[in-house]
């Protein structure tokens, strides 16, 4: 049986995203935002066009991914490192969707995705 996480909207101000994993009864958050509260760009967000930093050039784009990957591909990586969760959810496909599916096959793992803020109440509930 595969293990369960859960993706939520970080509740940090400077996080996008955190990684719930009840088995281990921690998490990881990761994707960065800025201190006036506006994300970093990723590949989601350059590949998105109704976003800010959404690149109509394919070539412009690809380049800006592979950018981004080889200055973090000495980073640790693995199912629990931040550096690989940014890596395939944020940068490794146009959509955020796309990125959890390849996070799941790479880890064999299954992620339920929630487009919500994390709470303390939802944190007790899956940590506990």
Known sequence: MKD?????????????????????????????????GTPYRDYTLLSDKSSNFYEPD?????????????RHKNDPKGVHNPSSMSDIILWNKKTLRGGIRDYENKFNVKVVFKD????????????I
């Open 4 to 36: 369960v996480y859960y993706l939520y909207r970080s509740d940090r101000p400077e996080k996008k995203l955190v990684m719930l994993m009840p088995k281990y009864k921690h998490l990881h958050h990761f994707g960065g935002i800025k201190p006036d």
């Open 58 to 70: 394919k070539v412009k784009r690809e380049k800006i991914k592979i950018n981004y990957l080889n």
């Open 116 to 127: 919500i803020k994390l709470t303390d109440t939802i944190k007790k509930k899956l940590l």
